[in-house]
T-cell receptor
Framework: AAGVIQSPRHLIKEKRETATLKCYPIPRHDTVYWYQQGPGQDPQFLISFYEKMQSDKGSIPDRFSAQQFSDYHSELNMSSLELGDSALYFC??????????????FGPGTRLTVL | AQRVTQPEKLLSVFKGAPVELKCNYSYSGSPELFWYVQYSRQRLQLLLRHISRESIKGFTADLNKGETSFHLKKPFAQEEDSAMYYCALSRGRLYFGRGTQLTVWP
């Protein structure tokens, strides 16, 4: 069965550079979530999209932006990267909207290292 | 504010022993709670959710609103249960606990 795809799987950037992370949800899933997991930390919600509109926003820095496209894939754009942005970034998708009872299906994550 | 607490960062048991992974939550409304598991080098995946009240891979979890807990239990642990377990509360977005790394020794 198709799963959530994230690219790239690993990314190394210098401070002050920009990065773009991509997430391809499971076919027919219309909701995408982004989470950030720092070293030794629990995953923290960043932002979510439903039907190409932002549906919820968490602790996402102003340097980050995200969007969901017409094919439902999502991109997380990160600018002016800081050392503290080094983390594992998870994407998850769910079927039929951001309902509290819905299972979220996770991608493998993108490990971002900022040097 | 919503919060999920998993007090044990590491938990080790021997094969065949009972195991309980603790999860407490704070939320003023009616919670939707999940347990997610991450096996070595695999992605996070749903183990079970409280609304389905089912047993997956021998694991069960009962929501105790009085104690605001959703502990995960298995009567006889297996080596293949070794993994990272996350308790999560859903408000659309998930609020995760910090996770418990379970190791089952042979």
């Amino acid at each position: 069965a198709a799963g959530v795809i994230q690219s790239p799987r690993h990314l190394i950037k210098e401070k002050r550079e920009t990065a773009t992370l991509k997430c391809y949800p499971i076919p027919r899933h219309d909701t995408v979530y982004w989470y950030q997991q720092g070293p030794g930390q629990d995953p923290q919600f960043l932002i979510s999209f439903y039907e190409k509109m932002q549906s919820d926003k968490g602790s996402i820095p102003d340097r980050f932006s995200a969007q969901q496209f017409s094919d439902y894939h999502s991109e997380l754009n990160m600018s002016s990267l800081e050392l503290g942005d080094s983390a594992l970034y998870f994407c998850a998708s769910s079927l039929t909207g951001p309902h509290v009872e819905d299972e979220q299906f996770f991608g493998p994550g993108t490990r971002l290292t900022v040097l | 504010a919503q919060r999920v607490t998993q007090p044990e960062k590491l938990l080790s048991v021997f094969k065949g022993a009972p195991v309980e992974l603790k999860c407490n939550y704070s939320y003023s409304g009616s919670p939707e709670l999940f347990w997610y598991v991450q096996y070595s080098r695999q992605r996070l995946q749903l183990l079970l959710r409280h609304i389905s009240r089912e047993s997956i891979k021998g694991f069960t979890a009962d929501l105790n609103k009085g104690e605001t807990s959703f502990h995960l239990k298995k009567p006889f642990a297996q080596e293949e249960d070794s993994a990272m377990y996350y308790c999560a509360l859903s408000r659309g977005r998930l609020y995760f606990g910090r996770g418990t790394q379970l190791t089952v020794w042979p």
